[in-house]
Structures are given as C-alpha cells and as structure tokens.
C-alpha cells in the first residue's frame, strides 16, 4: 500500500513539475517574442532554449513533456495573433515543427555533453566548458533547420529568407545557452553560494558597470571593451556564477536598450542591431565561460593541494617550512612509488619492468661510447621438481636467498641483477667484457653452491640447489638492439643446460662465428669448481 501511494506521489510530482516548467517557458516565450523582428515568429533572443536545457541536464528527460506542452502553448497562443489567416494545416505543421525543434536542441547537447566530458562540473575545468561551448552552438543547428523548415513548407516566409532567419533563430538559441543556462546551472550548485562576498566591493562593481552601460547601451559611446576589463574584475573577485549572472544582466540591459534603438549597436534596423549585439554578446559569453572555467580550475587545484598538504603537515605552524615538508614528503613518495614499481615483492630485488627499462639505457649508453656490455641469464636448476618436493613455501625461501646472495656478489653501483620470470634472474653489467662477465658469473654460481640449499629431487649426483648461466658480452651496433643480448643469453643458457646444467656459458659476440667451445666459458670444467 506504502508503494503505491509513493509511486502515485512520483507521478503527481511529475505532473506538477512539467506543469511549471510548461507556464515557465510560456513566460520566457512571451519576453523572448518582444524582440520578434522577422516574420514567421522568429525570436532574435529566444530565452526558453537556456531554460530548457538547464532543467534537461539538471532533471533529465523526464522534463520533455513540459517542454512540449509549453511549445504547444505558445505557438497555439502567439501564432494565431500574428497571422490569424493561418490555415489549419499550416497552424499543425509549424506547431509540430517548433516542438520538435525544441525537444531535439536540448537532447542533442546533453548527447554531446555525455560524450565529450566525464565532468558534471561543466564550468569548473577547460575540457568541460570546451565540450559545453561545442554543445551549446551545434545544438541549436538543428533546431533551426529543423524549424525554419517546417515554416518555409507552410509558406509563412520567403525561401530567399531561409539563410537569414537560421541565422537568427541558431544565434538567439545558442546566445540563450551561453548565457543564461550557466546562471541556472552553477545556481543549483550549493556550493556556489557558500562563498563571502564585500558589499563595498559589490556596491562598487555595480555602479561601475552602470555608468559603463548607461554610456553604451544608452548614450552609444563606443566603450564596449570596458564592460571585458570589468568581466575579468567580476571573474577573479567573485567567481563563476557572480560572473554569468553579470553576463545576463549585461545582456538583458543591452537587448532591452538596443530593440528601443538607444545605444552603441543600433544600426539601420532593428534586426540588424540585434544581430550585431548578439554576436557581441557571444563573444562577451564566451570571454565569461572560458576565463571562469581557468580561474575556477585553478582554484580548485589550489584548494585540493593546500587540504592534502594541511592533512599531511598539521605539526608545521610557518608557510615556509609547510612547504620545505610538502616538497620532502613528495620526494619520499616519488622514491617510495619508483622501489614500488620496480621491485619484485618476493625476492626484493630488481624486477621485469626495471631491467627492460634498464637494459634499453644501458644499451644506448653503451652504443653511443662503444663500450663492451654484458648480459647473464640463469635460472634454477630442476626448480620445478624442487618445489614439488619441498612445497611451493620453501620453494619462495629459496629464490629469496639465491636473489639476496646474487645481491651481494655484485659490488659495482651500475651493475643490476632482477628477476626475469619465474625462477630466472638475470643481470646487466656496465662496461664488461667477455673475461670480466664470466669472473662474475663464476662467482655468482660459487655463491649458489655456498648456500648450500639442500635439494633432493634433482635426479642426479648434485644434492644441493644448483644453478645454469648463460651470458652474452658484446659492443652495441646498429644492427642490434638491446633484446639481441637477451635472445643470444638465452641460447648460451640452453646450451648451458644441454652440457649438465651447473655451468657457465657465456659467448663473446666480437667472434660471431666461432665454433663450439671457442670463445665460449664453461666453468664446469674449470678445476676451481
């Protein structure tokens, strides 16, 4: 029973919002037709297209039937006074024509909007007022088209009028969404009102921009660009909405002082005065919008960093030392993400990411000096049969303590060793050669073999955790590149493998066509081992 009568107060709350928005519109039609200077009732400023896609992008498309019922009004209302030799068919079609138009102009920008911008803040950020801007003019494109089509079929004008009459049905739409759909809009954000204003400050601004109107809009001085210096006042002292709300009082001034042909735009007609202010007037909403959008970015940039830097620096009373904290505590971050990134989380060393990254800079380093670079490869020997026989636990303890010992077998700064995969590591030496990359390869299966790791399931007379190295030495050339070092690593190690496993192979690329065993290290027949 409780859901019924909510559904039912849904509905009834839904009729009475489209009724208002209905009498609404009527009433922002019946001011927008005191400016009618073409015939076919073709407004110069039509104040119902910012209303109607303020609500739409604020309640959504449950708004359109008192966007159509109050179309269907006003046309029924003002058409018949216009022309009451209209003919009925005529009288559907231009009433069928004007409800279309004005359902598709809103739906359309609210679909660009959707597209364009993930910000529902559309006057708060660059990207949002771009994609608003493109909304707000291409919308109305085809609500003119649309319209003025339907009455040109009822022969209510002149097809020689056509060009003139979208042009001004497009302008006075898109005039109306510059200009007045932002007030509507940034006026139902709370937080636009949350903020102080001077009423010294206020008072100031507003007698300044009432003798600069008077003088414009009334006496026809030509000081237009002073109502520009006096927006960017308005924008940087008072924000986004103070600034729109004085676009459209500026607008509605000049409109009103201009269609009584007073003023600085008042040319030989009257619908070519208005054409001529309503470019100016875009060009003024446009100044608004774009200059909002940066200060109000900017500000919010600024808010968002000085609450993380007061979340994360309470203990710091002084500006100065605030941000000396701010900066260390970014540079401890910037360090903390960089280990994050490239450090394998089992065995804390080096991981896949940073040796690619690693190899390709040494590898360019090393092209440009023409240096010897080298590259070892090695894996674990028979770790799959250790780890079925020892468990995967004991089987991580094991890479840990292969990766730390291979860790402290290095002792150049500029020398890497990561984990490649799995059980394979790998590691990049700087400025070695072949002899100087198989001394540390030695070395690196002496420390293996010094662990110790007992390891039962090997299958062979080896009863401790043995590994195989294969490694390449070589100067980069052009027609290498750095994987050319891993791919030949890689053989030097199946190779490695094939021999015994629990070797060193490594081949020194300076003798590309050596055959088998020349030039190549296999520590499993060196009697140190």
Known sequence: MNSAWLRYGRWFKGIGLNILLAIAYVLAAKISLIFTTLPGSVASVWLPSGLTLGLILLLGKKVLPGIAAGSLWIVSIDLPMRE?????????????????????????????????????????????????????????????????????ITRRMEWSQYGLSWLTWWMASTLAHLIFTPVILLGSDPQFWQRQYSPKTIGLTLAIWSCVSYLV???????????????????????????????????????????????????????????????????????????????????????SLQMALGNSLKLVAARTKELRRSEALLRQTNEELRKL????????????????????EEWRRHYRAQEPLSLLLFDVDFFKRYNDFYGHQQGDECLQRIAQAM???????????????????????????????????????????????????????????????????????????????????????????????????????????????????????????
Not at 254 to 272: R, Y
Not at 283 to 299: C, H, P, Q, Y
Not at 341 to 357: G, K, M, Y
């Open 84 to 152: 009451p030799s209209i003919g009925l068919s005529a009288f559907l079609l231009i009433n069928l024509g004007c409800v279309i138009a004005n359902i598709v102009q809103p739906l359309l920008a609210q679909f660009i909007l959707d597209k364009c911008t993930l910000h529902e803040q559309y006057f708060t950020h660059i990207r949002g007022i771009s994609c608003y801007i493109l909304a707000a003019t291409v919308s109305p494109m085809a609500s003119a088209s649309i319209g003025i089509t339907f009455i040109m």
């Open 217 to 303: 809009f009334i006496q026809g001085y030509a000081i237009a660009y002073l109502l520009l210096l006096l927006l960017n006042w308005v924008v940087f002292q008072y924000g986004a909405l103070v600034a729109h709300i004085f676009v459209s009082a500026t607008a509605i001034f000049a409109i009103c002082a201009t269609a009584q042909g007073l003023g600085f735009f008042v040319l030989e007609t009257q619908n070519h005065s208005l054409l001529f202010l309503q470019s100016f007037m875009g060009v003024f909403a446009l100044a608004s919008l774009i200059l909002s959008a940066v200060v109000e970015e900017r500000r919010l940039f600024r808010a």
């Open 407 to 529: 860790q402290k077998t290095l002792n150049r700064p500029g020398d890497l060793v990561a984990r490649y995969g799995g059980e394979e590591f790998v590691v990049i030496l700087p400025q070695t050669d072949y002899k100087g990359a198989a001394i540390v390869a030695k070395r690196i299966r002496r420390a293996v073999l010094d662990l110790a790791i007992p390891h039962a399931a090997t299958g062979t007379s080896y009863a401790t955790v043995t590994i195989s190295i294969g490694g390449y030495s070589h100067i980069p050339q052009d027609q290498t590149d750095p994987w050319t070092f891993v791919e030949e690593a890689d053989q030097m190690l199946y190779l490695a493998k094939q021999q015994g496993r629990n070797r060193v192979v490594i081949r020194d690329g300076e003798w590309t066509s050596a055959p088998k065993g020349d030039r190549l290290s296999d520590d499993a027949r060196d009697p140190e081992f």
């Open 341 to 360: 990134v490239n450090l394998d989380p089992l065995t804390q060393i080096a991981n896949r990411r940073c040796f690619n990254q690693k190899l390709q």
